[in-house]
DNA sequence: TTGTATGCGTTATCAG
DNA sequence: CTGATAACGCATACAA
């Protein structure tokens, strides 16, 4: 079966093309009766214009493309969720791919969708991005592109993020009223922005209330280990420090996670003897006993608003009028929980 | 800044549009010396083919798309990384689409995709599809179809899923061969297949091992609640036959976990006093305490499987070798941890 | 070895 | 009100 063209209903109408076209499209001068005609026919044949000429004439796809590091994680899936939701609303297909971390694959695959003629980019940057152009070359050809979560501060477009720093600074200011002194960090890799963030607000949280910093009661956690590295510092910690330790602020819920694993069997009552505050609210925190504190970042609000900052800029630009780069810094709310 | 052309090049170079494009393609009637030349240029200038007017000539878009459920979910989005790393190896674009278990919006995203001139589609149908014309017309439009996990029997085309009710029988089967004899089921809503082959399971390896079904034992879950769904039938459940049953079987993995927050709050020993058996063997199973015995769907193989049979259609339709529709059961594994 | 002509399906311009 | 024509960028059959 092949698809209807205008060709098609042009002919059985003995009418001609242009006129289809237009009629189709409510143009002002065709005549209600050969509208009536053509559109009963279209609809009749099951009309759709292929997209490929739309695309060659127009020069737009009603197709936007994103980009992320890794598909298979809570908070990356509930942004896709609403980014597919907000562009489902608004016409427009998604294509999505992952860079994996991988700086080459990412941009690799900025010049496939660029080539492909996608209206407008989303992309959450890879860890180990160091290097721009590629980003460069997205706003040189004039395609709107917004930067979320993984951002780049020096590229000149939109943007959508959180407060790492902040939102960690009111966990552990929280740990802090709630009454605890010796609060340890589960920190990340040296590596990743987000995990240098985290780290500076517990430390500044500390020094504003007049809480030393005890680098010792840092421990440096690999970002993509599962959770028994949670399990395993958190053994290292009891070793370390004993009872001079009250609470841990975890750089991801899945090291609170394994350290909740090993407190629990080791008898180690939370929140009475340790307290602990998670980051990010991964859906694991609230089935988890005792449930967990933790921040949650709002990804669905981060891809919905991600989407519609892009969705606005195509608007603009197929306005002309001049497009307003944007920061917006997505609200993090604290979710308590049992595990303090 | 605007993309080069193959025109572009053939006016800089003084040739003909026809000898660049054949030049790039390595076409054997081309001087080694223009060849050169105009690759070289090519090169230079960054020039990539326009996809519309590939698309356009060729009927080809060197694009898939893909329709599910639901994005958040462990389940599926591992899915998607199958799918989206195999597209990535045959230089393949991925448009993903939710259905939000709503019929009308799987419809219409056939539509759009057919439209879009995918190359081919994957589908994972919305527990609400019960009319099948929209598949019937992928088939119809000669679109390579392959429907996976949520499928349907009757439909001409390749299908990938798991044996849901074999799977189910393996796990029952364990906890009777482990000396369970009173065992419960939490099963899902009556509507989708998978629940019901799931109970099917269940009620066959109670047969098979000569203890008698008991309806009584049997609750039924709102598949889309979220665990707390198993806490309340866990309390329900302990109140209808108090010591009288020793194990459950549960449609999923959180069904699971609200179950063992209630056991783990009252005190009820797991698995001495009741054992429990997951289906899906999301993350969460492996931290949760105990962890939890569940049945892993093997999702990653099923995505991987599902594209590598979509590519491999849609390259017999290019070289016009006759397509032969298969389905593959993929393997599902019991994943025994400590809570049976 | 190179180039001309044609068409893919649509839309915009302009003439009738 | 209608339609002929050109153009978008590329690929192919056919000439030269």
Same mark, same amino acid.
């Given at each position: 079966m092949k698809p209807t063209t205008l060709k098609d209903i042009a002919k059985t109408l003995g009418i001609s093309v242009t006129t289809v076209s237009k009629a189709l499209k409510d143009y002002? %001068?065709?005549?209600p009766k050969t509208k009536a005609q053509v559109k009963e026919l279209a609809e009749k044949l099951n009309y759709v214009p292929n997209s490929f000429a739309v695309g060659l004439r127009k020069k737009q796809s009603k197709t936007i493309g994103v980009i992320i590091p890794?598909?298979?994680?809570y908070f990356f899936s509930s942004i896709l969720d609403a980014i597919l939701k907000e562009a489902e609303s608004k016409n427009y297909m998604v294509i999505i791919l992952q860079s994996n971390e991988d700086y080459e694959l990412e941009k690799k695959q900025v010049d496939l969708l660029l080539n492909k003629g996608v209206d407008g980019i989303l992309i959450s940057l890879s860890n180990n991005t160091k290097d721009f152009k590629h980003l460069q070359k997205i706003i040189d050809y004039n395609v709107p592109l917004i930067l979320f979560d993984k951002i780049a501060k020096l590229i000149q477009c939109s943007k959508v993020y959180i407060d790492d720093r902040q939102a960690a600074y009111n966990a552990v200011s929280y740990l802090i009223k709630k009454g605890h002194k010796r609060i340890s960090h589960f920190r990340g890799n040296l590596n990743p922005q987000n995990s240098i963030d985290r780290f500076l607000g517990y430390k500044k949280a500390l020094e504003d209330h007049g809480i030393p910093f005890d680098p010792k009661l840092v421990y440096i956690c690999d970002?993509?280990? %599962?959770?028994s590295d949670g399990y395993l510092n958190a053994k290292k910690l009891i070793e370390d420090h004993g009872e001079n330790v009250d609470a841990i602020f975890t750089v991801n819920d899945l090291l609170a996670i394994g350290a909740i694993n090993y407190f629990n069997e080791q008898g180690i009552?939370?929140? %009475?003897?340790i307290a602990l505050f998670g980051f990010s609210?991964?859906?694991?925190a609230s089935v988890i006993t005792p449930t967990l504190s933790s921040i949650d970042q709002n990804a669905y609000k981060m891809g919905e608003t991600s989407a519609v900052l892009l969705f606005d800029e195509i608007d603009c630009k197929l306005k002309n009028i001049p497009i307003t780069h944007k920061k917006v810094v997505i609200d993090t709310e604290l979710v308590i929980r049992n595990s303090c």
């Open positions: 002002a %001068d065709v005549s890794t598909m298979v994680h970002n993509n280990s %599962d959770f009552k939370i929140p %009475d003897e609210n991964w859906f694991m």
